[in-house]
């Protein structure tokens, strides 16, 4: 592929063409693609940007071999998929995949503009949550290294014989030889390492490397990401409040807040290795007959450790996000202090355990164990808390359409994006989809923690057999997976026998579309059942419903469980009836190894991904939805391509049109429609006035209209259609991501267009002499229509705006 240095544009100089008076920047959507492919060429130029994002013409429209004039616009690409699936490492942001759940959550909030302290009380609420997901991680590596490792398996000689590496820190086999080499090695005597605070001393790096590393990670992503400056420098001179936050100028500039977080979080994470190193020994030094001094520092160490904590909460409770100016400010002394003083206090915590114990040996489980039934209590809570702010958010901005409201694709009858679809379309989320996204997001952080501690558990001893295995939380967590399962699979065994029932009412409507041809069954078939199929994407609300109400009093009843009795499903139901039991058994047993077979799929899909580029680029098309919004939430979270893919596109927008004048076009597919209506958002009101939107496929109003109803509602979406000059929007009923942005008539030009054909042929015909496919979310550029569209807002711009300089001289 041809490469070029940066070529600026404008009018003709020192022999170089002008540049064109017409361009269409194209920007493609999830998965990627290439330049070639976009502009159908295979000699493509880089015009401007770097490896990891870039905008691209073909080669014979570049200056100065470019035409001054040709019949029509010259066409660029911005290709952008490389900020979400070039890397190899970025497999591994799947092992973040909770975190980047409880992020979305924080943007799924209902609109709210005239309740300013509810939208500031819903956010503090799923920053709290986020801040539990980062010490529930934490408490899973601590389970997994301190109390599984180093104080139940060291402290038993069976289980420490298994594994070599273990056999210097169990006193019972002290004069082992192979106990001697590591003792040699470590140059101390035999027992030294026996004692149990030594041992949990000696284990603590590794849940600190996590997340030294977690903060290594997200400091490098944000020096790359969210370093990117945006157009407009100034403040936000006249702010709109019934607009969409994505027109303000800092939205896409939170390198304040994301630095925060990141501290405050890194020290929750270390806050969370010291208290796990340092409970069991204050708890053995407040035993009668202690020493003094050890009870007197422990009860210090365990002062400064809740003050630490309380330092945390407060620095992740402060105002988030300015997002009316471009806030270049840095909180330095914070965002360096708190991590290094949590980093003392893990040491101190190290030393203060690892200090010499006689009489102190391990049994059982590590102290402290009911702390994950503490996180369970604590995310319920903040689910509950987030549920009730967001109904009333919900209830206040709630207004019912008059009668007769008319869209452009018709009249409003559900929310489904076709009306014939209405036997299949189902409510949107009545304001709860941020709620139960949160407590989706708390239930795979369990999950994974879970898996985590129970497999190292078996690989290790067995739970029961040699060793008491994690803690019964985690258990009781696990066996609530085989019911919850099954509600699930009732549920899909709902939706396929209603996408079958609408799949055959589709055929009586694909057959009235195709009067007078000969019936290929077989075809028929195939096109109603695609838009059956494409209908699923409406029944998403239900299918959280059903997800997040399901989890929710099941985690419920596994909290009590667990802090009812302390025992496992297993021996609670002991003296129950035999039904009981054996339900009980097959659900602990089942749970135990679907949540190991879970993590195990994960990890492998992980290194495939690692890798394959190919499977790469499927966890790409996930990212690219998922981090599409920028780190309000949880900085661990994967880093927001849109904070570098939207400055991309308004400076290449505004230094174009500046310096020709010219008519441009915007045109995206799928989410690369997300970008550019967020892009024409971040435009001064002159530039916007002079830029044609052109959408296809796209999930404006169908996906993020109803999932993210603050950023992208109705109010939102006709604001961006008055700023903008015109709007065209393509959609197939066999696509199942896009669909119309239904805004209302104004007496202008309607902004959907009609649904296109699809496929372009029912049979055979002159110009389609073989069966033509059935396309659904792709191919949109190859029909007719998308030509007739985009000449129709050239049209417009040409009839609406002045000519660009040079034209008439050309």
Known sequence: MERAQERPGGAEAGGRAPEPADLELLVHGVGGTTPEEMLGDARTVRVTGDDTAAVFRRAEDVPPTG?????????????????????????????????????????????APARPCAVRLYGLLVRLAALTLTVLLVAAACEVAL???????????????????LAFLTPDAAEGPGVRRWAELLGTSGGWWAQPGRRLALAAPAPGGLILLLWY??????????????????PDAAPDPGGSALARPGFWYGRRLVARLRAAHTAAGLLTVAAALATPAVRFDQRPGGPGALHVLGWLLTACLLAGAGTTVAAVCRRGRDEHRVDQRLDRHLVRRLPLGALALLLLAALYTGWSRPGWHSAGRLPGDPAFGGLMLAQG??????????????????????????????PVTGSGPYPHLAPLSTPGTHGLGGPATALLACGLGGVMSGGVAQRMADWLGGTGAVISGPPVSLTWQASMIPPLLAVLLGLAVRLAVGTARLARAERDRVRREHPGEPEDPARTRAIAHTRAMAALTDRAPLVL???????????????????????????????????VQLAARISQGLGSWLVGLGFLLFVTWGRRAYKD???????????????????AAHPFAPPCYAERAVPDLTWRMATWTGSTGGRLVLSGHSQGSV??????????????????????????????????????????????????ACWNNLYRRTDPIGGPVRLPCDGGPPVDRPPLRDPLAYGRTPEHPLPAPILGHSGYQADPAFARARADLLTRLRTGLPAPRGESAT
Request: charged share 15%; with cysteine; hydrophobic share 50%.
């Open 381 to 410: 809570a903040l689910v509950v808390a987030l549920g009730v702010v967001a109904w009333a958010m919900y209830r206040s901005g709630l207004k019912p359409p008059p009668a007769d409201t008319e869209t452009d694709s018709g």
């Open 147 to 165: 109390d599984l490792v180093a104080w139940q398996c060291a402290g038993v000689r069976a289980c420490a014989q298994r594994h070599f590496w």
């Open 545 to 579: 419903t059903v997800l997040s109400a399901t989890a929710l009093v099941l985690g419920g009843g596994a909290l009590a469980g667990a802090l009812a009795g302390g025992r496992t499903p297993d021996g609670a139901a002991s003296g129950a009836v035999a039904a």
């Open 67 to 111: 035409p001054a004039s040709r019949g029509g616009p010259v066409r660029e690409a911005y290709v952008w998929c490389n900020l979400t699936s070039g890397d190899a490492s970025r497999a591994l942001w799947l092992l973040l995949l909770p975190f980047m759940v409880v992020n979305l959550a924080h943007w799924m909030r209902p609109a």
């Open 613 to 631: 580029r190919g499977a790469r680029r499927t966890v790409g098309i996930l990212w690219d939805v998922g981090t599409f919004w920028p780190r």
């Open 217 to 234: 990670l997200s400091h490098r992503t944000w020096s790359a990401y969210e370093s990117h400056r945006p157009l407009v420098q100034g």
């Open 675 to 724: 970008l550019a209506a967020a892009a024409a958002w971040q435009l001064t009101p002159a530039t916007r006035a002079r830029i044609a939107l052109l959408t296809y496929g796209s999930p404006l109003e169908r996906l993020y209209g109803r999932w993210f109803p603050a950023h992208f509602g109705p109010a939102a979406l006709a604001g961006l259609h008055r700023d903008v």
